[in-house]
């Protein structure tokens, strides 16, 4: 029985049934972990001795006749970009290579507080910034359903982890696309949040005003139960959305009868592989068997929202970014005085990408510049937003492609920053409104899987997850599994 | 030439918040360094500020009283520099749209009323603070940084430049400071850094509209050297501009020690602040029936104390204005006064030898040894005409280093005032028969005698004898 192979609730049935106990469970995703992550290298940290202790401590409550929750005793992964007390969170960057936090993030406090059993930190782009991983500071991820492709990004390692049996679950941020462009790559499920749905407290800043967490999962049901535990109002966080958090699960019904599906003509665009838009076509056509009525539908803002995010993320990102000084904390390069030793620790700790927005940021919020580039993709901002509330008074869902492509080669867009940011052009302007959207998959193209995007009104979680889980319960491609193991 | 001086004040006072702006960390002054900080004030990944609704209680109140409008929708922004005591490397202040705008304070200078223009006051985190290991910066090869200051809340408080000169700028900054110790919002301690000044100064022809070049003086850290700076500045900018020069635009430091003013930074070398919407905070909504409520809450301010003082208890323009500057001196009137003391006698004594005492030991009325009851009770025996009022000084001398009450000092050193006439009459008439010289003087017209003759008395009764009386009884008998 390969346990690394089921999901977060198959496993909790098994655990509350007896038939095996959390220990065995983590001790066999962490001998997947040492067999494979040569291989795909999701991992920047692990945490094997205190994932088995966290296990035992589960058993001893199922022992004692406890209640335990559903990812009590489950092993996932956390993104590198969450902060958790006691162990090193390097959003893998050189610059916080051992910056170990003396804090949890309010999501890692949640999990423990229900059990679920850590792995470790997953790899990512550094600081979150990038589409593929290859921009980790430390070495690039593999996607485990080909080693010579991308996992995606930013959240490669957590979507890699969950697509290869090295976690049962994951966690990631999603700023412009780094959960779903990740998941669809993988064929895993990946779900951003409406913004302020979960707490980005700890959760460390790319583009605050659209950062957000939200979880990896093998299927749409685990999607649901993850949701139920990092979902509400955080006192520390000011943003965080005051309103009561729904039990997910109970949206996970087989049945879309009469769901209004928007397709957005704006969002397939040139460059679009055949066989994605093939695909997207497919489940349209299967979803409206299934009950749902469909309508093509036009968001015209669609084509300036990139430009708007490559404004507004990079100036956020300069603040953000500036406190990793070498002053107080973090990796620090001696200089001749304050200014040379600001200099040396950036240049030399800073990846090529991090560095190339910062000077993006910093130059749309300079004197002169401001109104041209920052306030005008405010603007834009604006307008995208109104689209979605447009498109939300005629439709329930919109159903796009998470991404144009599937994976790509490893080093095929490394030099070509326009053509990789171009793979988040789906995804962006769902951050841009702050609206949920969920990546599922529904197909593969030369072995890869591709990704659908199905976007839902502000705190319409519950409708996304009803529509993703209808589909997938017709569908069986949740069910193939990365071979790389076997394939070696 | 004589030109017309233009100055606007920029005024940093440190709110007295339990805890900071943006953490629950303590405000406390003068911690061990280091230990008023966590995670959120230090600026580490991941976290996130939480605004303290007692600062923006406070803002609402510091507006209220300097007759702002208060913005119903205020935001936070980011403000970028990189300086080793900002943790962030940006400072979480206001830019466009502050808490309130469009106040104005009344001041007196030479007995006349002019009305300052506030443009803004905003809510913003303090810095922290660095240690250089060497007695000044460039001689220092290494600095520490205490972050006990890091996020402690402050509000700027910016003026329209309607200030004409050093005076001005003085009661201005006086008057301010006194109405956010009325609103009890901040110490204002200048010495402690809890109030900080920069002054905006440029001149002009007098009837030139437009505004000249200005220089920002910074590091103004008490009043006398916000005066001292001005003065300072003003005579540098009038020197260039009689020789034909120009005044560049730049950052100033004044030096309290050599008295002068020197370039920090030109237009140059200016930081741009690259200011944006700070994405971690929601915007700051003020319900109006709130402002209404914190409107009706506030305590008496200086200017209504004063016309108060005048109509209630008679005193002059003058010694209202004087008792009033200070909320301390005012309550401590206040308390005297409600202890049956004399308001006028008070006054005259809280201007007089209580202020002349504080002033010599160098300490605020906070903490004056002699509390305003005990002050009321020496005033007393002075009505009463058991003590003179020449003898109530030597009480109170002795109040102030023993603390010890009044009557108790009267009685232990006898210093009861003589009023018994027949006990007056005859020292009256000792001193008559042993000095017949003045006696005869006196008599001859010379009228000053009489200052002789009475002295002799006093010296005799140790000052003692009733003055009234003995010079009553001594004219009686010449």
């Given at each position: 029985m390969e346990l690394f192979k089921y999901t977060a609730s198959q496993l909790h049935e098994k655990l509350v049934t007896k038939e095996v106990s959390a220990v065995e469970i983590t001790k066999a995703v962490l001998g997947r972990v040492d067999a494979v992550d040569k291989d795909v290298?999701?991992?920047?940290?692990?945490t094997s001795e205190s994932a088995l202790a966290q296990a035992k401590t589960v058993d001893e409550k199922i022992e004692r006749g406890e209640k335990i929750s559903v990812l009590a005793g489950i092993p996932g992964a956390l993104k590198d970009n969450i902060c958790t007390k006691g162990i090193k969170t390097t959003c893998a960057s050189k610059i916080l290579a051992t910056f170990v936090p003396p804090y949890d993030a309010t999501v890692a406090e949640k999990l423990a507080a229900e059990d679920a059993v850590i792995l470790g930190k997953a790899n990512m782009d550094e600081f979150a910034m990038g589409g593929s991983t290859e921009n980790s500071g430390f070495f690039p991820t593999r996607n485990p359903w080909n080693l010579e492709t991308v996992p995606g990004g930013s959240s490669g390692g957590s979507a890699a982890a969950v697509a290869a049996g090295e976690a049962i679950w994951a966690l990631g941020s999603d700023t412009g696309g780094s959960i779903r462009q990740p998941a669809a790559y993988c064929g895993v499920v990946g779900l951003k949040p409406t913004y302020g749905r979960v707490s980005r407290y700890g959760l460390v800043a790319y583009a605050s005003s659209l950062d957000q967490i939200g979880p990896i999962t093998r299927d749409v049901t685990d999607s649901a139960h993850v949701m139920n535990i990092i979902s509400g109002h955080d006192a520390k966080d000011s943003t965080s959305i005051n309103a009561g958090v729904p039990d997910y699960t109970k949206s996970l019904v087989n049945n879309i009868k009469g769901l209004k599906i928007g397709l957005p003509k704006e969002y397939f665009v040139a460059g679009m592989d055949a066989e994605v838009e093939r695909a997207i076509n497919k489940a349209i056509e299967q979803l409206v068997a299934l009950g749902a009525e469909y309508k093509e539908i036009s968001m015209p803002h669609t084509e300036y929202a990139l430009s708007a995010y490559y404004m507004i993320a990079p100036a956020e990102a300069s603040s953000n970014l500036a406190r990793y000084d070498g002053v107080s904390f973090g990796h620090r390069v001696e200089g001749n005085d304050i200014i040379d030793m600001y200099k040396k620790t950036r240049s030399e700790a800073f990846g090529a990408e991090v560095k190339r927005r910062i000077m993006l940021g910093t130059y749309a919020l300079s004197s002169g510049y401001y109104d041209a580039y920052y306030l005008k993709a405010l603007k834009v901002r604006t307008l995208v937003k109104q689209d979605f509330d447009k498109a939300f008074e005629q439709v329930d869902v919109l159903i796009t492609p998470t991404a144009p492509t599937t994976a790509f080669k490893i080093g095929e867009k490394a030099n070509d920053p326009l053509a990789m940011y171009l793979q988040d052009v789906c995804t962006i302007p769902v951050n841009l409104s702050g609206v949920p959207a969920i990546s599922l998959p529904c197909g593969f193209a030369g072995g890869m899987p591709i990704g659908m995007q199905i976007i839902g009104k502000t705190l319409g979680e519950e409708t996304i997850i009803r529509a993703a889980y209808t589909f997938e319960q017709n569908n069986d491609y949740h069910k193939g599994f990365a071979t790389l193991g076997e394939v070696k | 030439m004589d030109y017309e001086i233009v100055i606007g004040l920029e005024i940093h006072t440190e709110l007295k918040t339990n805890s900071k702006i943006f953490c629950g960390c303590s405000t406390k002054f003068g911690s061990e360094q280091n230990t008023n900080v966590c995670p959120v004030c230090l600026g580490l990944p991941g976290v996130l500020p939480v605004i303290n609704e007692k600062v923006v209680e406070f803002a609402v109140k510091a507006g209220l009283a300097l007759n702002c409008e208060i913005l119903p929708f205020s935001k936070f922004d980011r403000k970028n520099y990189y300086y080793p005591d900002l943790p962030k490397n940006f400072q979480t202040s206001q830019y466009d749209l502050p808490i309130a705008i469009n106040g104005h304070l009344d001041i007196e200078v030479n007995g006349e009323t002019k009305r300052i223009n506030i443009t803004r006051i905003h809510m913003e985190e303090d810095a922290g603070k660095l240690v250089h290991s060497g007695a000044t910066i460039s001689s220092s090869d290494s600095a520490l940084v205490d972050y006990n200051r890091t996020g402690v809340p402050l509000l700027e408080i910016v003026s329209e430049p309607d200030i004409r000169s050093a005076e001005e700028a003085r009661a201005y900054l006086e008057k301010v400071k006194a109405i956010l110790e009325y609103l009890d919002i901040s110490d204002c301690k200048m010495e402690e850094g809890s109030l900080r000044c920069d002054a905006n100064i440029s001149l002009r022809p007098h009837g030139q509209t437009t505004l000249g070049t200005k220089a920002e003086i910074k590091n103004l850290n008490s009043f006398r050297s916000v005066q001292r700076g001005i003065e300072y500045e003003v005579i540098r900018q009038e020197e260039i501009l009689d020789d034909g020069g120009r005044v560049i635009q730049e950052t100033r430091t004044w030096d309290e020690n050599k008295g002068i003013t020197a370039s920090m930074r030109n237009k140059e070398q200016a930081h741009d602040y690259r200011y944006l919407p700070e994405p971690d905070l929601v915007p700051i909504v003020v319900d109006p029936a709130r402002v209404e409520d914190i409107r009706a809450n506030l305590p008496e301010l200086p200017d209504a104390r004063k016309q108060r003082l005048m109509n209630d208890h008679g005193l002059s323009d003058y010694d209202a204005s004087i008792i009033t500057a200070s909320k301390a001196v005012a309550d401590y009137f206040d308390q005297s006064v409600q202890n049956n003391g004399e308001a006028k006698a008070v006054a005259n004594w809280l201007m007089g030898e209580v202020s002349k005492h504080l002033n010599s030991e160098g300490i605020t009325i906070l903490e004056c040894p002699v509390s305003p009851k005990q002050l009321t009770e020496l005033l007393a025996l002075i009505e009463k005409g058991t003590i003179s009022s020449k003898i109530a000084k030597t009480v109170f001398e002795e109040m102030w280093s023993s603390r010890k009450d009044a009557e108790v000092i009267v009685k232990e050193k006898g210093l009861v005032q003589i009023s018994d006439s027949s006990e007056i009459i005859a020292i009256v008439e000792g001193v008559i028969a042993s000095n017949p010289q003045s006696v005869a003087d006196y008599k001859a017209g010379?009228?000053?005698?009489i200052g002789f003759l009475v002295g002799q008395i006093m010296k005799q009764t140790k000052g003692r004898a009733n003055p009234d009386m003995v010079n009553t009884l001594l004219r009686e008998r010449l």
């Open positions: 290298q999701a991992y920047i940290t692990r | 010379k009228d000053k005698a």
